[in-house]
């Protein structure tokens, strides 16, 4: 049996544990998950320096060492998210649905965890510790596949994770790690429909293919996020120009982070001139089409294929649409079905952006960035789908359950 096999079958049986365990006893895992991240900080960062300097040498990208890196404040947050996801109701035996049919059979529909998952993802730690936090409170075991450029802190995360297994008597099969950087694991992780019920991946949209195409387990996609703002004819200008510059440099290398702004041509005069130059001093670089050019100066021309594009870098497109229409045409058609959002003064425009926009969140006059699942009071997320089954949006503790039928009957028999 090969290591990829051998800690799926024990995740498979530590689900088995898990399906039943009391929420008291999960909820003192939590705890303890996060008090030994609170004493482990200082190693966690040493180790995290060790991954930063190998992926710094690797060449790596910014963006992505930006995505690696750990620091005392991250931590901190990382610490907070297990806290609130201990505070959060357990999901786990709630009845959705209960009636009585005519023939006396009393039928509950009740929630249940899902079982054995695998998460699959790239460069960032902390998701290490929500996925695994958010799958042990919705009584769900868990295979883990970081990025080879994290290997080390994800490695002295899970090591964290397997201390608080211990300390409340917990097997440590729960939670269990692929410490290789062979993609091979990836392949042979795919491959374990036989003990995995589940694979979620986050990561690039070449990843997410590849899972998809090749999975033999199900699969809930960590989708891109190709995310807009549109600025409408009636927009609060000033407010808009917050918004923008929000959603593209806050921290422009996460997926809810804006790529493209698309402004109605009523306003583009004045607005344009305002928000490119904020943006420029960001050092965000401008791909325009050409009405946007024929206003600013300081963009290159926009390619077809950058309206299809998630940057994850200081790069936005910008287009001038006519309306409100071309501007929902444009975004179902390119985008990626993340987040997308309107700044409108129009309660009608606000509502019907709200109605034809097919994403996974929608939002009017606010940031992208919202879209998250501390931000949204899930706790923390496993992940943000952008697909309609069985997940969509930011994915907390009941998207990581599933249901069942429970029938009390008294003799009945069908006839």
């Given at each position: 049996?090969?290591?990829?096999e051998s800690?799926a079958?024990?995740v498979?049986?530590?689900?088995?544990?898990?399906?039943?365990?009391?929420?008291?006893?999960?909820n003192?895992?939590?705890?303890a998950?996060?008090?030994?991240?609170k004493?482990?900080?200082?190693?966690?960062?040493k180790v995290?320096?060790?991954?930063?300097?190998?992926a710094r040498?690797?060449?790596?990208s910014?963006?992505?060492?930006d995505?690696?890196t750990?620091?005392?404040?991250?931590?901190?947050?990382m610490t907070t998210?297990v806290?609130?996801?201990?505070?959060?109701?357990d999901?786990?035996?709630?009845?959705?649905?209960?009636?009585?049919?005519?023939n006396?059979?009393l039928?509950?529909?009740?929630r249940?965890?899902i079982g054995?998952v695998g998460?699959?993802?790239?460069?960032?730690p902390?998701v290490?510790i929500?996925?695994?936090?958010l799958c042990?409170k919705?009584g769900?075991?868990v295979?883990?596949?970081g990025?080879?450029?994290?290997?080390?802190?994800?490695?002295?995360?899970v090591?964290?994770?397997?201390k608080?297994l211990?300390?409340?008597?917990?097997?440590s099969?729960?939670?269990?790690?692929l410490?290789?950087?062979?993609?091979?694991?990836?392949?042979?992780?795919l491959a374990q429909?036989r003990y995995l019920?589940?694979?979620?991946?986050?990561?690039?949209?070449?990843?997410?293919e590849y899972?998809?195409?090749?999975s033999?387990?199900?699969v809930?996609?960590?989708?891109e996020?190709?995310?807009?703002?549109y600025?409408?004819?009636?927009?609060?200008?000033?407010?808009?120009?917050d918004?923008?510059?929000?959603?593209?440099v806050?921290?422009?290398s996460v997926c809810n982070a804006?790529?493209k702004?698309?402004v109605?041509?009523?306003?583009?005069k004045?607005?344009?001139p305002k928000?490119?130059d904020?943006?420029?001093?960001?050092?965000?670089?401008?791909?325009a089409d050409?009405?946007?050019l024929?206003?600013i100066?300081?963009a290159r021309?926009a390619?077809?294929?950058?309206?299809?594009?998630?940057?994850l870098?200081?790069?936005?497109?910008?287009?001038?649409?006519?309306?409100i229409d071309e501007?929902?045409?444009?975004?179902?058609?390119y985008g990626s079905?993340h987040s997308?959002?309107?700044?409108?003064?129009?309660?009608?425009n606000g509502?019907?952006?709200?109605?034809?926009?097919d994403?996974?969140?929608?939002?009017?006059?606010?940031?992208t960035?919202?879209?998250d699942g501390?931000?949204?009071?899930?706790?923390?997320?496993?992940g943000?789908?952008t697909?309609?089954?069985?997940?969509?949006?930011p994915?907390g503790?009941a998207?990581l359950?599933?249901?069942?039928y429970?029938v009390?009957g008294?003799?009945q028999?069908?006839?």
């Open positions: 049996m090969t290591d990829v800690k079958v024990n498979k049986k530590a689900s088995e544990v898990l399906y039943n365990t009391p929420t008291a006893k999960k003192a895992l939590l705890r998950i996060a008090a030994q991240l004493r482990e900080t200082d190693r966690i960062l995290n320096l060790l991954d930063l300097a190998a040498k690797s060449g790596l910014d963006v992505l060492v995505r690696l750990l620091t005392e404040k991250r931590i901190a947050q998210g806290e609130d996801v201990f505070k959060l109701p999901p786990v035996g709630e009845i959705l649905e209960r009636k009585k049919r005519p006396g059979l039928i509950e529909k009740v249940v965890p054995a998460i699959i993802y790239e460069s960032r902390n290490t929500d996925a695994a936090v042990l919705a769900n075991a295979l883990l596949r990025g080879s450029e994290a290997i080390r802190t994800n490695s002295k995360l090591e964290i994770i397997k608080a211990k300390n409340v008597g917990l097997t099969g729960c939670v269990e790690f410490d290789t950087p062979d993609r091979k694991a990836v392949a042979e992780m429909d019920d589940v694979i979620i991946p986050r990561g690039s949209h070449k990843l997410i899972i998809r195409k090749t033999s387990v199900p809930i996609a960590h989708g996020g190709n995310c807009h703002v600025v409408d004819s009636t927009a609060d200008l000033h407010a808009a120009a918004i923008v510059y929000n959603a593209k806050q921290r422009p804006a790529e702004l698309l109605h041509e009523k306003i583009a004045a607005f344009l928000i490119s904020r943006l420029k001093l960001a050092s965000v670089e401008l791909r050409k009405k946007t024929s206003i100066k300081n021309q390619t077809e294929e950058d309206w299809y594009r998630e940057y870098d200081l790069i936005i497109g910008i287009k001038v649409v006519k309306g501007a929902i045409e444009h975004i179902n058609h079905h997308d959002s309107i700044v409108t003064g129009t309660k009608k509502e019907r952006f709200l109605r034809e926009v994403s996974a969140a929608v939002y009017v006059n606010a940031s960035r919202f879209t501390f931000e949204f009071g899930l706790g923390a997320e496993i943000i789908s697909q309609k089954l069985h997940a969509r949006g994915m503790l998207e359950t599933t249901i069942k429970v009390h008294s003799g028999i069908r006839k």
